[in-house]
Protein backbone atom coordinates (compact mmCIF):
# COMPACT_ATOMS: atom_id res chain seq x y z
CA UNK A 1 0.00 0.00 0.00
CA UNK A 2 1.59 3.06 -0.70
CA UNK A 3 1.87 6.35 1.55
CA UNK A 4 -1.28 8.43 0.22
CA UNK A 5 -3.43 5.56 0.50
CA UNK A 6 -1.88 5.04 3.96
CA UNK A 7 -3.14 8.52 4.72
CA UNK A 8 -6.67 7.98 3.75
CA UNK A 9 -6.88 4.82 5.54
CA UNK A 10 -6.29 6.95 8.59
CA UNK A 11 -7.83 9.74 8.22
CA UNK A 12 -11.03 7.54 7.80
CA UNK A 13 -9.92 5.47 10.84
CA UNK A 14 -9.57 9.05 12.72
CA UNK A 15 -13.31 10.09 11.18
CA UNK A 16 -15.11 7.29 12.45
CA UNK A 17 -13.73 7.95 15.63
CA UNK A 18 -15.30 11.16 16.09
CA UNK A 19 -19.18 10.99 16.01
CA UNK A 20 -19.94 14.27 15.22
CA UNK A 21 -17.30 14.58 12.33
CA UNK A 22 -19.62 14.90 9.32
CA UNK A 23 -21.82 17.63 11.24
CA UNK A 24 -21.86 21.23 10.28
CA UNK A 25 -19.99 22.93 13.21
CA UNK A 26 -20.28 26.23 11.92
CA UNK A 27 -17.22 28.78 12.14
CA UNK A 28 -15.40 28.76 15.51
CA UNK A 29 -16.20 25.52 16.28
CA UNK A 30 -15.45 23.68 13.16
CA UNK A 31 -11.87 25.38 12.47
CA UNK A 32 -11.02 24.15 16.54
CA UNK A 33 -12.56 20.34 14.95
CA UNK A 34 -10.71 20.89 12.07
CA UNK A 35 -7.33 22.02 13.73
CA UNK A 36 -8.04 18.96 15.94
CA UNK A 37 -8.75 16.29 13.24
CA UNK A 38 -5.36 17.79 11.38
CA UNK A 39 -3.05 17.47 14.36
CA UNK A 40 -4.21 14.21 15.67
CA UNK A 41 -4.10 13.13 11.52
CA UNK A 42 -0.66 13.99 11.27
CA UNK A 43 0.53 12.46 14.73
CA UNK A 44 -0.99 9.17 13.61
CA UNK A 45 0.76 9.35 9.87
CA UNK A 46 4.38 10.28 11.42
CA UNK A 47 3.77 6.96 13.40
CA UNK A 48 2.80 4.96 10.40
CA UNK A 49 4.98 6.26 8.20
CA UNK A 50 7.87 7.13 10.66
CA UNK A 51 8.80 10.24 8.77
CA UNK A 52 7.19 13.01 9.23
CA UNK A 53 5.37 14.15 5.34
CA UNK A 54 3.44 17.00 6.83
CA UNK A 55 3.53 20.61 6.01
CA UNK A 56 6.23 20.87 3.42
CA UNK A 57 6.88 23.94 2.10
CA UNK A 58 7.90 22.89 -1.92
CA UNK A 59 5.88 26.04 -3.64
CA UNK A 60 9.27 28.24 -4.33
CA UNK A 61 9.95 31.42 -2.52
CA UNK A 62 6.20 31.55 -2.15
CA UNK A 63 6.45 30.39 1.37
CA UNK A 64 2.97 28.18 1.16
CA UNK A 65 2.66 24.45 2.04
CA UNK A 66 1.22 21.19 1.17
CA UNK A 67 -0.66 19.23 3.92
CA UNK A 68 1.22 16.11 2.70
CA UNK A 69 4.20 15.33 0.11
CA UNK A 70 5.67 11.90 -1.12
CA UNK A 71 8.29 12.94 -3.54
CA UNK A 72 9.05 8.97 -4.41
CA UNK A 73 5.33 8.66 -5.26
CA UNK A 74 5.69 12.25 -6.77
CA UNK A 75 1.56 12.89 -4.97
CA UNK A 76 0.50 15.55 -2.87
CA UNK A 77 -2.42 15.32 -0.34
CA UNK A 78 -4.45 18.02 0.62
CA UNK A 79 -6.91 17.64 3.19
CA UNK A 80 -10.09 19.58 1.71
CA UNK A 81 -12.56 19.00 4.05
CA UNK A 82 -15.08 21.85 2.90
CA UNK A 83 -14.33 21.11 -1.08
CA UNK A 84 -18.07 20.85 -0.95
CA UNK A 85 -18.52 24.03 -0.11
CA UNK A 86 -19.08 26.87 -3.04
CA UNK A 87 -16.59 28.33 -2.09
CA UNK A 88 -12.72 26.62 -0.78
CA UNK A 89 -9.21 26.14 -1.25
CA UNK A 90 -9.45 23.95 -4.73
CA UNK A 91 -8.04 26.25 -7.02
CA UNK A 92 -5.44 27.29 -4.56
CA UNK A 93 -3.69 24.17 -3.95
CA UNK A 94 -4.12 22.90 -8.14
CA UNK A 95 -1.81 26.31 -7.90
CA UNK A 96 0.51 25.48 -5.15
CA UNK A 97 0.46 21.58 -7.00
CA UNK A 98 1.97 23.34 -10.17
CA UNK A 99 4.61 26.07 -8.01
CA UNK A 100 6.18 22.94 -6.29
CA UNK A 101 5.93 21.57 -9.84
CA UNK A 102 8.34 24.63 -10.78
CA UNK A 103 10.08 24.32 -8.23
CA UNK A 104 11.87 21.08 -9.60
CA UNK A 105 9.40 18.64 -6.91
CA UNK A 106 8.35 15.79 -8.95
CA UNK A 107 4.50 15.82 -8.73
CA UNK A 108 2.34 14.08 -11.04
CA UNK A 109 -0.90 13.70 -8.98
CA UNK A 110 -2.22 15.62 -6.60
CA UNK A 111 -5.03 14.02 -3.86
CA UNK A 112 -8.01 15.77 -2.42
CA UNK A 113 -9.43 14.23 1.16
CA UNK A 114 -12.70 15.89 2.25
CA UNK A 115 -16.33 15.54 2.94
CA UNK A 116 -19.02 14.28 1.03
CA UNK A 117 -20.25 16.82 -1.40
CA UNK A 118 -17.05 17.38 -2.90
CA UNK A 119 -17.38 14.76 -5.99
CA UNK A 120 -20.68 15.98 -6.87
CA UNK A 121 -19.83 20.16 -6.41
CA UNK A 122 -16.34 19.75 -8.29
CA UNK A 123 -17.67 17.31 -10.98
CA UNK A 124 -19.68 21.13 -12.32
CA UNK A 125 -18.01 22.78 -15.13
CA UNK A 126 -15.61 25.26 -13.97
CA UNK A 127 -14.14 22.74 -11.25
CA UNK A 128 -13.92 19.76 -14.00
CA UNK A 129 -12.40 22.21 -16.18
CA UNK A 130 -9.77 23.35 -14.02
CA UNK A 131 -8.44 19.73 -13.34
CA UNK A 132 -8.61 19.06 -16.77
CA UNK A 133 -6.33 22.00 -17.35
CA UNK A 134 -4.18 21.05 -14.60
CA UNK A 135 -3.52 17.28 -16.43
CA UNK A 136 -3.28 18.37 -19.79
CA UNK A 137 -0.90 21.42 -19.51
CA UNK A 138 1.08 20.81 -16.01
CA UNK A 139 0.74 16.65 -16.36
CA UNK A 140 -0.62 16.67 -12.60
CA UNK A 141 -3.68 14.43 -12.01
CA UNK A 142 -6.34 15.51 -9.80
CA UNK A 143 -7.82 12.90 -7.90
CA UNK A 144 -11.16 13.48 -5.43
CA UNK A 145 -11.36 11.08 -2.63
CA UNK A 146 -14.55 11.63 -0.16
CA UNK A 147 -14.62 10.61 3.69
CA UNK A 148 -17.46 8.32 4.57
CA UNK A 149 -19.62 7.97 7.22
CA UNK A 150 -19.10 5.07 9.87
CA UNK A 151 -22.10 2.86 9.06
CA UNK A 152 -24.92 2.63 11.65
CA UNK A 153 -25.19 -1.12 11.09
CA UNK A 154 -21.66 -3.25 10.38
CA UNK A 155 -22.11 -5.39 7.27
CA UNK A 156 -22.46 -8.83 9.50
CA UNK A 157 -24.86 -7.27 11.45
CA UNK A 158 -26.73 -6.43 8.14
CA UNK A 159 -26.55 -9.78 6.62
CA UNK A 160 -27.71 -11.39 9.72
CA UNK A 161 -31.10 -9.03 9.83
CA UNK A 162 -31.62 -9.67 6.36
CA UNK A 163 -31.19 -13.86 7.20
CA UNK A 164 -33.52 -13.33 10.03
CA UNK A 165 -35.93 -11.55 8.31
CA UNK A 166 -36.00 -14.08 5.16
CA UNK A 167 -36.42 -16.58 8.15
CA UNK A 168 -39.32 -15.28 9.36
CA UNK A 169 -40.79 -14.94 6.00
CA UNK A 170 -40.42 -18.81 5.12
CA UNK A 171 -41.93 -19.51 8.95
CA UNK A 172 -44.71 -17.29 7.87
CA UNK A 173 -45.34 -18.95 4.87
CA UNK A 174 -45.43 -22.41 5.63
CA UNK A 175 -47.39 -21.62 8.64
CA UNK A 176 -49.81 -20.31 5.99
CA UNK A 177 -49.73 -23.07 3.50
CA UNK A 178 -50.95 -25.49 6.72
CA UNK A 179 -53.45 -23.31 7.85
Given at each position: ?????????????????????????????????TA????????????????????????G??????D????????????????R???????R??L???M???S??PV???????????????????A?A????????H??????????????I????????A??T?????????????S
Amino acid sequence: MNKAEQIFRLAQELCDERQDFFDIKGPSVGDHDTASFMKELRARARLALNTDYAEKRICGKSNLCVDYYFPEEETIIEIALGLRNPTSEYERDILKAIMAKDSDNPVTHLLFISKPGALKRLAQPGAAAMAEWAERNHRIKIEIRELAPKPIISDKELILSAEETFLELERRETKDAQS
